[in-house]
């Protein structure tokens, strides 16, 4: 069978660079060395050369500058643009002004989940089929000449089969150092990837990129990857393959890490390693140069850390997600006594909407974005009322109320037949997408699609009443306590502690008041069920996504809490189901307020 590109730059490499390894693990490099350049001349003084690695992180699925869910150019209150086609425009600048032989191109991961774009290849018209279809990420990557991409946890949304056939369409490499088999723990991707620039005076300089992604996969994608993979911790992989990158040759080191620079961990002590920890990393682990900072959905255009046992600057970046930047790593390098050494690097990140798309990458896609357009944009059902998520991190709202209904509706059938009929059914719900609308009249796709936007699946878990009460008050951490007659300011009231929406959960089924006067941990008031006070040791059946289930957020019992039922199908198309039997969505039939905020005992609103 003959190789692709990628295939035969890894495999040559690997043959050259594979003596110099310990343990025998996979390593890539780039193509064969040329010959040594300069001669005599080039050691008689040092030489003096720069080059640039520039990085994107957290693409999710954007390639254009669209947005599937308002079918609409997209556009923010800062107007920032997304998508690869813009970034191709970024890139193609760089090069021009440096030289193509003098850049490099990386990724932090994160590449294939997150618009109804990537959704389509995946689950629609899938790129595991006999005659799979190209992946538009894959194609626009390839297009603009990626030179290695780390993993990122969304890798693994839709399951193993599915990467590893992403994974043979780049015609680069996809690196993840700590994701390793876990029948024998040896690397299940290649490590790193070393590349030689020719930079016109002495050897060629050998840049060794690292891959780590992040150890919540065990938790996130449980599902996808128990028994079959296990990912250590970044650290502790980063201080095994540094050295063996030096040792193979490596100049410089850049690692791409698919980890926020630092913060706190969404996923508790369930894993030993740090979610959040490429700072560490950098203070930790001798050896690196630049590492670029993935995950976090944050832009850090430069950060110096200072490694604890060189005592050496490293450069830590993180471009905007979903292509809304790039980051350039800008190196002086120095070459004397017939080696290379890094004199300097600081970084800078590009804003994408500074540039128009590029036109070979817009043409490259037309035809799968034209159709992926049509997809979303079906009808499937009416809705009687606009209904707005605007509101729903403050206040009870009916479009919250609708993704609680159709997952307790969908648990409640599927356990009637069961032991566990007679139990009620309550649900978990969190306020993904502030910007998600459901107009009156005819309801598309896209629209329940937007309400949605992970791929999460549908569990059913066994709480108590005192449980149920634990959990929510896990969830009241969002809001800021507020002393009474203190104004209220909605853009300090939520997300304190840095707690995400989506670790915001309210629950369905149950009444109760959240008084944020209070101390985190005594905030919820007056928990009824049917107009009763809950029974702290009644049984209720709490329909949950697999994500908070896996113990995505760290909530207090759901994760070691009995199972009863589960289900493969993503919650966003059993709500598209669910919409479609229906025929018209009617907040009468489910909306009402049933929780509120209060301030000692007065509502807030």
Known sequence: MPLNRREFVSRSAATAAGAALAGGLPVVAAAPAAAAQGGDDARKAPQKQSFTVMGTTDLHGRVLNWDYFTDAEYDDKAHNDVGLAKIST??????????????????????IQGTQLAYYYARVEPITAKRPPRHPMAAAMNAIGYDAAALGNHEFNYGIPLLRAYEEQLDFPLLGANALYAKNERPAFDPYVIKEMHLGHGRPLRVGILGLTNPGIAIWDKANVSGKMVFPGIVEAAKKYVPRMRAAGADVVVVSSHSGADGATSYGDQLPWGENVSAQLAEEVPGVDAVLVGHAHKEIPQRLVVNKQTGRNVVLSEPLCWGQRLTCFDFEVEFSRGSWHVTSVSSRVLNSNTVPEDPAIVKLIAGQ?????????????????????????FKDVPIIDLIGRVQADTVKAALASTE??????????????RTAVIPAGDVRLRDAAGLYIYENTLEARILTGAQIKD???FSARYFAQLAPG??????????????????????????????VAQPVGSRIVGLS???????????????????RAGGGGNFPHVAAAKQVWSNSDEIRNTMIAWVKAKGVIDPADFGGVSWRLVRAGVPLF
């Not at 300011?489 to 369905?508: F, Q």
């Not at 069920?529 to 994500?547: H, K």
């Open 529 to 547: 069920f049917n107009g009763a006070p809950i029974d702290p040791a009644a049984q209720f059946v709490l329909a949950v996504n697999n994500y």
């Open 486 to 515: 203190v104004p209220v300011d909605l853009g300090t009231l939520t997300n304190a502690g840095s707690t995400p929406d989506y670790n915001y959960d309210s629950v369905y089924g149950v009444s109760y008041d959240i008084d």
């Open 90 to 111: 970024l890139v193609k600048q760089v090069r021009e002004e440096k030289g193509c032989h003098r850049t490099l191109l990386i990724d932090s991961g994160d590449t």
């Open 420 to 433: 566990y009929a007679s139990l009620p059914v309550l649900a978990q719900a969190a306020p993904f997408n």
């Open 369 to 393: 974005h034209k159709k992926v357009v049509a997809y979303v944009n079906q009808v499937i059902g009416t809705c009687k009322t606009e209904l707005s998520i605007a509101e729903a991190p």
């Open 471 to 473: 959990y929510l008050e």
